[in-house]
């Protein structure tokens, strides 16, 4: 597959966005992440949920979703595939098969996006650039299951952004980072990775951006709520910590990455 560095100039089609929300058995969250999709002020997106074969009443409720989307004031495409599959990341990559977008964001379920007018703010940052951005990323605040906030991400995205930041860490939260479907699709999730990899899947989009000379672009606004709770790689941290490093390693070198991780515990000693 080739990546199209073309300008923006001239007569195109409007932006289309995808919105991909990975669920199983997730009826006591999917509710707050498609109103959320739902009164997005946007047109041109489509909410693109990829199901592992549930048992409980999230597909009844996507059901209907797709029946209130068929009246709804400003119609989405909706789409649903529910089939078993090997894990979130395996599903994700089936979502980067299955999306039909310019770019892909993805939610999961019990995350939102911060109001109705996220993806329109997405769709205008690209629309405007001189060629179409590899990313347009944003800013993410944490709430709880009530839809109260808690507090700013403490990782905070930088105004200018290469793959080379996330050496400070994951500065853009997965839910913030909208990418163009053409470099995703080349740069599916390493299964490899249980807990961590998106956070390998974006670095790596990043470098193909780098390769491709194309933009990064900040958004200048949140652009998700993700759900402050006990999930899977808080359960796992451990595991994940482990592979975060190797991810990093493998990424930007053995020994800066051990030196990093050095100086990171001996801040938060100094700082107790």
């Known amino acids: 597959m080739e990546v199209s560095s073309t300008d923006g100039a001239g007569s195109h089609p409007p932006l289309k966005i995808t919105v991909a929300t990975v669920t199983y058995n997730a009826a006591a969250l999917i509710a707050r992440t498609i109103e959320s999709v739902e009164r997005q002020d946007y047109p041109h997106v489509e909410h693109l949920v990829i199901d592992g074969n549930s048992t409980d009443d999230t597909l009844a409720q996507i059901h209907r979703y797709q029946e209130r989307n068929s009246v709804?004031?400003?119609?989405?495409?909706?789409?649903?595939?529910?089939?078993?599959?090997?894990?979130?990341?395996?599903?994700?990559?089936?979502?980067?098969?299955?999306?039909?977008?310019?770019?892909?964001?993805?939610?999961?379920?019990?995350?939102?996006?911060?109001?109705?007018?996220?993806?329109?703010?997405?769709?205008?940052?690209?629309?405007?650039?001189?060629?179409?951005?590899?990313?347009?990323?944003?800013?993410?605040?944490?709430?709880?299951l009530r839809g109260r906030f808690v507090r700013h991400r403490r990782l905070a995205p930088p105004p200018t952004l290469t793959w080379k930041s996330f050496r400070q860490g994951m500065l853009v939260c997965h839910q913030a980072f909208c990418a163009r479907l053409d470099l995703a699709r080349l740069t599916p999730y390493d299964l490899r990775y249980r807990f961590s990899a998106?956070?390998?899947?974006?670095?790596?989009?990043?470098?193909?951006?780098?390769?491709?000379?194309?933009?990064?672009?900040?958004?200048?606004?949140?652009?998700?709520?993700?759900?402050?709770?006990?999930?899977?790689?808080?359960?796992?941290?451990?595991?994940?910590?482990?592979?975060?490093f190797h991810i990093m390693a493998r990424h930007y070198g053995l020994i800066p990455t051990a030196l990093r991780h050095l100086w990171f515990v001996l801040r938060a000693f100094v700082k107790k």
């Open 72 to 144: 709804a004031p400003v119609p989405h495409e909706v789409a649903c595939l529910s089939e078993p599959d090997e894990g979130l990341y395996d599903a994700m990559n089936k979502a980067l098969r299955e999306a039909t977008g310019d770019y892909i964001l993805f939610l999961n379920a019990g995350d939102t996006l911060h109001d109705a007018h996220t993806l329109s703010s997405l769709a205008a940052v690209a629309e405007a650039a001189p060629q179409p951005p590899a990313v347009v990323y944003g800013d993410t605040d944490l709430y709880d």
């Open 198 to 244: 998106d956070f390998d899947w974006c670095i790596r989009i990043m470098r193909q951006a780098a390769r491709h000379r194309l933009p990064l672009l900040p958004a200048g606004t949140v652009v998700a709520h993700y759900l402050d709770d006990e999930g899977t790689t808080k359960k796992n941290h451990q595991a994940s910590l482990r592979e975060r």
